[in-house]
């Protein structure tokens, strides 16, 4: 498909597939990613959770890398170490983007969803309106913060800093729909081997409420393993409800209102 | 490296990182590749796409292991026992390449009668001298053919490096035999061909042995052997690949060699997708041994010429390391060539070209024996160029008590490290430290041209992308300048002890106005140098077979001579790669070969041994070789050509012979030259162990090794029970080394914030200890705390019906300065050496641990004085010798399995819920 934004043509979105099981856990990409954002540390604490000390995505970090230990004394060969390095998913339909109230989060000309911070007025609406709990507010600046696929390096012709920095090829970055074809071969080439693997992101059950996602992955597990939400679920489904009982609730208490009057009026 | 240069002929890796994805299996041992060389194992992702396996054999289950095929894991500084067991398991089925050994490798060569193996000397082999603890390698030779022509050695060939006890040869070594050919038994029945007595020395490496050392499931280990010989052969190639995790033991150069020897006898090096991959730690580490950081090496692999070799002229130094056959008939070219280089026109033939203005080393002066003559009050000032050995020193507090006893020190680097600030750390006052410290602020690699040497033998020019901030200058800025000062103030001396000084070649003074105000001289210009020219007219030589022993050329490190072959054309600098082998991605020493000895990539008639495994071949029609890579070969010397007898230089080498630095020209399997704790790679329980050696009880340790028994620094006895556990120390991906660049990092001290100490379930549980408690670790030289790190990834290991060893691990990583700080590991370890190249035993020694942190004096017995007799004169290295292992009743303490103690975990946990609950 072809789409015109801000003049600039693109004939598909871009984005990121990351492949786990190619991750070495290196974190090149979350040191990429701050670097060229220029985004602060997030303290110096040994968590003690494998060797993932920066525990989780948040408004300084754009790319984290989590680290899944599976280790099976009984049947050693059974042992696992994933890494996966996460992301904003950058979804079709993103719940940050719909919870916007001032238009600061915005779907650029690739597709991606960005927050334009000088928009943003740091309401936090989008927060809680992340299924993945990707988006938060960071509070020097004010402002929600969360990965701009390197917006700026993209209007350059760059890739974003951290496929760059990838050292196995474990995060890719181009179009999304060549992304999908290099991920279902791959996908193909894993399961002719006879491991377990399937993506996240491009037509599963996640995919319900949020659509496809731009920011994709190949998974060997399920992924709540991964602190993949399995059916992420928008905050906007509950709308149509929302309002119903909203309207309910309104009916109810005018009629109870009007009938209490009624019976004060009658009174008096 | 000399495990490799004394097999094969060069201390390098024999392929490059890109070929990895042309191997059928790779085996990772000794080497935490995906951690410590991320970027490189981009090629082994490639391979395993390609459908290669990949396996990883280590005593933890690291990032590496998470991405291999198979992990086994093996009990810290076994690892000979393990190559030595798939060796045997090839041997034994004889499943090794025939037709490449027997033409490649010196497999049908017959060893001397005199010669006497472990086996039979209940650990040690013939020619060891236990008065001094070094072996005498005179028996360690062929058996020659007297009836063939030829002179015999014309030099003494007895135990040079064994009496200089300094590093041997990296690459060839003193004449071993003259110009006379070995026996040979193509039919390789003769009990004393080499391969045969090879068979015999690892008959006892069988998989039950293996298990019982190494702690590797039998099971799992005849799969690997069946796999290692299914991906080896004509039409199959696998790669092994090796870092720190070998190379820091007592038996560091052995190790390597079993896995040389391993891949010479399945005939996978020179060839696409085989070899031995030595993978590099840092930067530059291929470059800083090439040029040449080693006290006993030129650059170039020349060793500097020893008074106790008796090399007092050149003449001398020239008859022990000018061989009559092979390539090191050169010599000579090359050492004139480096003197013209470094001397100019004051380097004459009448004055031995200058010989005199070297200095001569007088014995052991590597880094260990200089550390402890510093705190002998025998070292006056030091420059620290990019080392910071109050961290990276074993038994590192005695290092940091070193520093102290120093009048002056320069330290240049980017960040004030724990090196530079000794004087001011915990527990020290500083108003007792008479050094005076100058720190020198230091360029960063953005802001300074230069040439980086990697993993692969590959000179890759950088670019200076920015000035560096206010005063700092590169490295080469202040030696340039404190060279230029001392020329200066030595002006007008007279002194003929002075000459040096004076006539030393120091032209690098830059073109460019803004580089010589800033004092920076011309990096290129010193890369000129190197490459070499000619000497009337300034020429670039173009490549080191032009160079000449008359002083009419000058070449600073001979095997980098053609790198930059012509003004503007400084092949450092190309970056055009083709996915393969790329030969026009910078250039690779020597000659830009990138895959060593390739023409063992044809067979003996020059054919491809088959259509995959294709690389190098002989055109008959062209008349010469030819393929993907620079052959590795006189290019024009037919598959026919054979060898005169009496024949001198390379044409004493056959046109079979692809191993060309060699003094046969095959690989060496039974090592006749170069290492000096024997031969063949044997089984030796490391310094420090918790269990006696298995397969000889009468020989504990490397007998040979190098140690220092001093008060300052106590080794703990075989099996102590005050130090039951194995450590391991190593490094992670997130810092570099001891940190000096990288805790000073917030992005990347963010990434691992405090030291840790990874422990098994098992022994937490055994030890009462829970994740993220503090813990202290503990040996005889000291004790540090850090956070504890249970992991199911640390497994102990049985090595008996009833008995287990615990392994835990510290990355060494932390330090006194920096954004994060915390114990450095290298407090713990032992100063002990590798007797071939004295490096260190970081990987494997024992400790106590114990839940909660340590007291406030943690640096260990570095106070106590040393009585003269320990004292370390430097240059008097004290040897092993023959230590008998522990009684059995020592270290036979019985261990509770994992599983019972994991079963005692589990009730002690229910019975805890019942009583909170009741």
């Not at chain 2, 020193?393 to 960040?415: E, H, P």
Request: charged share 25%; net charge negative.
């Amino acid at each position: 498909m072809e789409r015109v934004a801000d003049g600039v043509v693109t004939e598909s979105a871009m984005g990121f597939f990351t492949d786990v099981t190619l991750c070495i856990g290196c974190k090149a990409c979350e040191v990429a990613c701050k670097q060229w954002n220029q985004l602060p540390s997030d303290g110096y604490a040994l968590t003690g959770n494998s060797y993932d000390n920066t525990s989780r995505l948040s408004s300084t970090t754009w790319r984290h890398v989590a680290f899944v230990e599976q280790m099976d004394r009984e049947v050693p060969a059974a042992s696992r170490w994933m890494m996966m390095s996460d992301v904003c998913k950058h979804c079709t339909n993103a719940g940050c983007l719909e919870a916007c109230p001032t238009g600061a989060i915005v779907r650029n000309e690739f597709d991606d969803v960005y927050v334009q911070p000088d928009v943003c007025n740091g309401c936090g609406y989008c927060v809680p309106s992340c299924p993945f709990g990707v988006v938060a507010v960071q509070p020097k600046s004010g402002v929600a913060q969360k990965c701009t696929l390197c917006y700026d390096r993209q209007k350059d012709g760059m890739e974003p800093a951290c496929a760059k920095s990838c050292p196995t090829d474990s995060i890719l970055f181009g179009r999304v729909d060549e992304l999908r074809v290099k991920a279902e071969a791959r996908v193909a080439n894993l399961r002719a081997q006879g491991k377990e693997v399937r993506l996240y992101g491009v037509d599963g059950e996640e995919t319900r409420d949020v659509g496809p996602l731009n920011a994709f992955f190949l998974i060997p597990d399920r992924p709540e393993v991964f602190n993949l939400p399995p059916k992420p679920v928008l905050p906007s489904r509950f709308q149509p409800a929302a309002y119903t009982a909203g309207l309910l609730a309104a009916a109810a208490l005018t009629a109870l209102g009007a009938r209490v009057f009624r019976r004060a009026g009658g009174a008096a | 490296m000399p495990g490799l240069g004394t097999l094969y002929g060069r201390g390098g890796a024999t392929t490059f990182l890109m070929d990895l994805e042309h191997a059928d299996l790779i085996i990772i041992q000794g080497s935490n590749f995906a951690e410590n060389h991320p970027v490189g194992f981009r090629f082994v992702t490639k391979a395993k796409e390609r459908g290669a396996k990949v396996i990883h054999v280590d005593p933890r289950f690291t990032r590496t292991s998470a991405l291999a095929d198979q992990y086994l894991p093996i009990r810290s500084g076994t690892d000979i026992a393990f190559t030595g067991g798939i060796i045997n398991y090839v041997l034994e089925n004889k499943a090794y390449f025939e037709e490449y050994v027997l033409h490649y490798t010196n497999a049908s060569y017959i060893i001397d009668e005199k010669f006497v193996d472990t086996e039979d000397l209940d650990g040690i082999f013939s020619g060891f001298n236990p008065d001094k603890g070094t072996y005498d390698p005179a028996t360690w030779k062929y058996e020659l053919d007297e009836s063939a022509g030829g002179e015999a050695s014309q030099a003494d060939g007895s135990a040079d490096d064994a009496k200089g006890g300094g590093t041997s040869p990296t690459t060839g070594g003193h004449p071993a035999h003259g110009t006379k050919r070995p026996k040979k038994d193509p039919t390789l029945q003769h009990p004393r061909c080499a391969i045969n007595v090879m068979r015999k020395h690892f008959a006892r490496y069988t998989p039950d042995v293996v298990e019982r050392i190494c702690g590797t499931p039998k099971e799992q280990f005849i799969d690997l052997c069946k796999l290692v010989v299914a991906n080896s052969g004509r039409s199959k190639t696998m790669t092994y690949c090796y870092a720190m995790g070998w190379a820091q033991h007592t038996v560091g150069v052995q190790n390597i060699r079993a896995a040389a020897t391993l891949q010479a006898l399945l005939g996978n090096t020179g060839r696409p997708g085989g070899g031995v991959m030595a993978l590099r730690g840092h930067a530059s580490i291929q470059g800083s041994t090439d040029i040449a950081t080693l006290f006993d090496l030129f650059p170039g692999y020349i060793k500097s010429p020893s008074l106790e070799r008796g090399e007092d002229s050149f003449e001398n130094w020239k008859k022990n390391w000018a061989k009559p056959t092979g390539w090191w008939s050169n010599w000579p070219k090359y050492a004139v060539s480096q003197m013209k280089a470094w001397f100019g026109d004051a380097a004459t033939a009448e004055n031995g070209w200058a010989f005199d203005y070297l200095p001569l080393n007088t014995g052991d002066h590597s880094h260990m024996p200089l550390f402890f003559t510093m705190k002998d009050g025998g070292v006056e000032g030091l420059i620290l160029w990019g080392q910071n050995p109050a961290v990276g020193g074993q038994n590192a507090a005695l290092q940091r008590a070193a520093l102290g006893k120093l009048k002056w020190m320069i330290c240049q680097d980017l960040f004030e490290t724990e090196s530079a600030a000794f004087w001011k750390r915990e527990g020290v006052d500083p108003a007792t430290i008479p050094t005076e410290i100058f720190f020198m602020p230091a360029a960063g690699v953005a802001e300074k041209p230069g040439s980086f040497t990697n993993t692969m033998r590959l000179v890759q020019w950088h670019e200076k992308a920015v000035d560096p901030p206010d005063d700092a200058r590169s490295d080469l800025s202040l030696a340039w300048n404190l060279g230029k000062r001392v020329k200066e103030l030595y002006k007008d001396s007279t002194r003929k002890i002075d000459r040096p000084v004076l006539d030393i070649t120091w032209d690098y003074e830059s073109d460019d106005p803004h580089e010589r105000a800033l004092g920076e001289p011309d990096a290129e210009k010193v890369l000129r140098e190197i490459n070499g020219y000619v000497v009337a007219t300034g020429e670039h030589m173009k490549t080191f077979a032009d160079l000449k022993d008359d002083g009419t050329t000058a070449a600073g490190a001979w095997i980098y001579t053609g790198c930059f072959p012509a003004p503007g054309q400084n092949h450092t600098r190309r970056r055009t790669g083709d996915g393969w082998v790329s030969l026009e991605w910078a250039w690779a020493w020597p000659a830009n070969r990138r895959n060593l000895y390739n023409r063992a990539s044809a067979d003996p008639d020059g054919k491809p041994w088959s259509e995959e495994k294709k690389y190098i071949w002989w055109d008959e029609e062209a008349k010469k070789w030819t393929g993907y890579d620079v052959p590795d070969f006189p290019v024009v010397k037919p598959p026919s050509f054979r060898a005169q007898p009496g024949a001198k230089g390379m044409d004493a080498h056959d046109g079979t012979a692809p191993f060309l630095m060699q003094e046969y020209g095959v690989a060496e399997i039974f090592g006749v030259q170069g290492t000096v704790d024997g031969p063949l790679p044997t089984h030796y329980e490391p310094r420090e162990s918790p269990v006696p050696n298995a397969l000889y009880p009468h020989q504990q340790y490397n007998p040979v090794l190098k140690e220092w028994r001093r008060r300052d620094n106590p080794y703990h006895a075989i099996g102590d029970p005050n130090y039951p556990y194995v450590l391991s120390t190593y490094r992670l991906t997130e810092h570099h080394l001891t940190g000096a660049m990288t805790r000073w990092n917030s992005w990347l001290a963010e990434l691992q914030p405090e030291a840790f100490c990874e422990m098994s379930p098992e022994l937490a549980v055994e030890l009462g200890i829970r994740n993220g408690d503090w813990v202290t670790v503990s040996t005889a030289r000291g004790e540090v705390e850090a956070k504890a790190m249970v992991t199911g990834r640390i497994a102990p290991f049985k090595i008996g019906p009833k008995q287990w060893v615990h392994q835990i691990g510290l990355p060494i990583h932390f330090g006194y300065q920096g954004l994060v700080t915390g114990d450095s590991a290298n407090v713990l370890p032992p100063m002990v050496a590798d007797p071939n190249v004295s490096i260190h035993e970081a990987k494997v020694f024992t400790c106590n641990v114990r839940l909660g942190r340590r007291g406030a004096s943690h640096e260990g017995p570095t106070w106590l004085p040393v009585p003269p007799e320990e004292q370390t004169p430097l240059g008097t290295p004290k040897r092993g010798g023959r230590v008998e292992s522990g009684s059995a009743e020592q270290v036979d303490h019985e261990i509770a399995s994992p599983s019972e103690i994991m079963a005692g975990a589990r009730r002690r946990h229910d019975l805890d819920h019942q009583e909170s609950e009741g």
